[in-house]
């Protein structure tokens, strides 16, 4: 065999090396980078995230927090492009009277099919019209304002089904042991916080490391 030809024979080979070799060096960066204990902390027990095969991202979150107002177009983009099998789902946080009012609008929101239209809604009322939303009344014009029927709204507002949604979220949070918005959680059994990740790029950067290790043990 001439040297050209044994050369074009390894050539396939060496990239594909090469490849997982790359593929390797990145995740041993990673699993570096962002350490257990010090950048993430390990839930124990894990929280339960509902039935689903998919690695659950679950963001903590309140409307009334302004570092969650910046961190929510960055988590938008970032949950856009995450692979097959991951997917981010919100899950506000409930600490008192005020939280569990905002808690229950985002649950009014996802019964009656507008939490696309309200979820932005109610962060910009919030934080750009420097709205309070803390009365059943405040939240019923919200809506209205943008084409949800007053009487749907009271209908989801008086349901069984909001109500266990708001509690459920309470309890998630408090398995957790959330102390803080906003607040990762990964699959259940990682939880990243802003003070141990550094800022809110670290913490996306972590989640997706996690959620990577995740699918590499699925």
């Not at 990243?192 to 996690?210: K, P, S, V, Y």
Request: hydrophobic residues 45%; contains cysteine; neutral net charge.
């Amino acid at each position: 065999m001439s040297f050209y030809h044994l050369r074009s024979a390894i050539s396939p080979l060496l990239g594909l090396t090469l490849a997982v070799s790359c593929i390797f060096s990145l995740s041993l960066s990673a699993e570096e980078r962002w350490v257990e204990g010090q950048h993430y902390q390990v839930i124990t027990p894990p929280v339960a995230v509902g039935k689903s095969d998919d690695v659950v991202v679950t963001e903590f979150f309140w409307y009334g927090c302004g570092h969650c107002y910046t961190f929510e177009p960055m988590l938008t983009a970032w949950g856009k492009q995450l692979p097959d099998g991951a997917v981010v789902k919100p899950s506000p946080a409930v600490w008192n009277d005020p939280m569990r009012m905002h808690a229950k609008a985002f649950y009014i929101a996802e019964v009656l099919g507008v939490k696309a239209v309200m979820h932005p809604v109610i962060f910009d009322a919030m934080h750009v019209q420097r709205k309070r939303l803390v009365s059943r009344l405040a939240l019923r014009d919200l809506f209205e304002d943008n084409g949800v029927d007053p009487e749907q709204f009271d209908n989801a507002y008086d349901s069984f089904g909001v109500d266990s949604q708001v509690r459920q979220a309470d309890a998630r949070a408090r398995s957790a042991k959330v102390s803080g918005t906003p607040t990762l959680m990964v699959a259940g059994k990682y939880l990243i916080e802003t003070r141990g990740a550094g800022n809110q790029t670290n913490m996306l950067d972590i989640a997706r490391h996690l959620i990577e290790k995740e699918l590499a043990a699925r």
